[in-house]
């Protein structure tokens, strides 16, 4: 690229096939699709709509919405394009050249955006079993002094939780800003109160998990009015489009809908861990509506050749696999080839 | 900010009061609404969506349609959400600490996203009647070496155009990037060809103005492959709602329904040029939908107190003001209230 800054002159342009056709088990996405319910209010909320105008810069409608949603204040709320963008706004607006802590294996975009920043990654392994080691992350602060703690809980690959006293101990020791990243959330317990209760928490959430809205990009972050002000800082104006703030403001109204879908989402995945377990897998223990576990590559390749996508990802130098839950349809066909390969 | 980094202390969140209520002719958004049968086609299209799947991370929907308008490569085009989020990318990915040469007055948002990087400004003045400086633009090109020139054609917020062959010549002259910024060309014409004749030039277009879609926030680039590439380096990965593509795909292939919306915005503007310069003002020539002029701060409130929304802008020490046109009732009571303050 002859016009690329030095700096990125490494870099190359992302470029991702899309998956149209086949079992689709490679995103986290919803084993379900949004309900038929919301649609149609989506649809109907889209006459009363002036789509000539700019979007609200300041993205009432959606804030407004999830404020009551959690009897927050709308100042302790912003929103960006997925989560993502949130992601991009918390380095842009906190980070230098400071230390970053975040454990191993997590969501690979948190270096990805950090990368845009001098930020120095001190990545703490799990214990056996991909439990959080929050003995050494304690010392890791005392040693290190982080400026941003990131936590991802439900932790997006292996599904697992840090509990809820340990996120506060971790919150009162630092003199930094603790990222509890909680995508996965809904499909086991939030603690996004600790975002209200302490000025240093930043919780993350989204639509593109449990609401079953990947498509909309919308995801929220929970926080004190100062950090939430340091987010707006660097977030771009009008970032959100209206369709997408009306989508998002009209499912968390009526998150009653989801109830039952993600009860089933839940119920399937820990279906789907125990036919796993019976095959002679090491599945990992998930709070979420995925499932990380290693097996061979010609058990993926037969997954690949039946056109069941599942994501496949490097750690300590072996190939594991995150597979989320499909509906009970797929997840036998599912485990049918991967029997047939193993 | 307790937590916010060094370099970005002294900056403030930006908040911004929505306006819904009034004659609203601030921001530049067509005088129309998104034609019945657009807005009939998206929601039909809703029927076939799946919301619970990421969108297409390569936008292929929205770049295919785009490209096939154009006619021209899809390999050409590249999408963000707004022009916005590409003006962040063409810094993020270009500019280091080089010099940027732009003319004044001009958008304010290079500014803003150049301000995460180390870029100069190198500011050009327009010479009366707001006509482009060529001779000292290209004068400065040799002096400064530039890495970005910016262009903006019809500019925002005075209207004027740069002839082809000008921009033509500061193409071949430069060694640098020349970023056409063409958000307002359907109102006059575009030279979208030049950044596929040449290797250095980036077309940036939008749905914003002529296509009355500002609410879905999407706007594109044209240009060569190798800076596509360039840009895609920093662009974040799913920026684009699938109903945003949807939307802005469908205006695209049915751009034949806003020809005459279009003719007559043209048309509404140069009759409110004339009717300001029959009130004594004068309105700068412009080639898009909106007009830069100058009058005391007393005709500005006077509309303020009407209801009228129009936007106040800093140059050379003095208050000027932008105004785009409305429908021909709207525009009737703008003069009206205009002449009362006079």
Redesign the interface.
């Known amino acids: ?8 002159e490494n ?6 096939k ?1 998956i149209e056709d086949g079992i ?1 088990l490679n ?1 986290n ?2 084993a ?3 309900p038929k319910k919301i ?1 149609d209010l ?2 109907a909320e ?1 006459d009363n ?10 993205n ?1 409608y959606i804030r407004s919405r999830i404020a009551k949603s959690y009897n927050i204040d709308i100042t302790n709320v912003t929103c960006g ?2 989560s ?2 949130l992601l ?1 706004c918390i380095f ?5 050249d400071e230390y970053i802590l975040a454990c191993n294996p997590t969501f690979s975009m948190y270096k990805e955006y950090a990368s ?1 920043t001098n930020g120095k990654f001190i990545d703490i392994d799990f214990l056996d079993g991909f439990i959080y080691d929050v003995k050494t992350i304690k010392e890791s602060i005392k040693k290190y002094n982080p ?1 941003l703690i990131i936590v991802c809980s439900p932790n997006n690959p292996t599904g697992s939780i840090m509990e809820r006293s340990d996120l506060e101990e971790i919150i009162k020791l630092t003199n ?2 603790v990222l509890l990243d909680e995508a996965y959330s809904e499909f086991d317990k939030s603690n996004y109160d600790l975002a209200i209760k302490y ?2 928490v930043i919780v993350l959430k989204t639509f ?1 998990k449990a609401y ?7 995801g929220y972050a929970i926080s004190s009015v ?2 939430i ?2 987010l ?13 703030q009306i ?1 998002a403001g009209i499912a968390i109204e009526n998150k009653d809908l989801y109830k039952d879908q993600i009860a089933e989402i839940v119920k399937l995945k820990d279906e789907l861990y125990n036919d796993l377990l019976k095959l002679g897998l090491k599945p990992t223990k998930s709070y979420s509506n995925f499932i990380f576990l290693k097996f061979s590559d010609k058990v993926y390749e037969n997954l690949l050749k039946n056109k069941i996508y599942i994501r496949k990802l490097m750690y300590n130098n072996e190939f594991w696999y995150r597979i989320n839950t499909g509906t009970k349809e797929e997840n036998k066909v599912l485990i049918e080839k991967i029997k047939e390969a193993l």
Chains 1, 2 share one sequence.
């Open positions: 690229m002859k016009y690329i800054k030095k700096s990125l870099r190359t342009p992302y470029y991702s899309m689709i995103a996405e919803s379900f699709k949004t649609m989506i649809k889209l709509v002036d789509l000539r105008r700019y979007p609200d810069t300041d009432l394009v997925g993502d963008q991009d842009r607006s906190l980070i230098e845009y400026k930094g800003v000025d240093n593109s079953a809205l990947a498509g909309i990009r919308l100062d950090l002000d340091t707006n800082v660097v977030k771009p104006p009008y970032n959100l489009s209206t369709i997408s989508a």
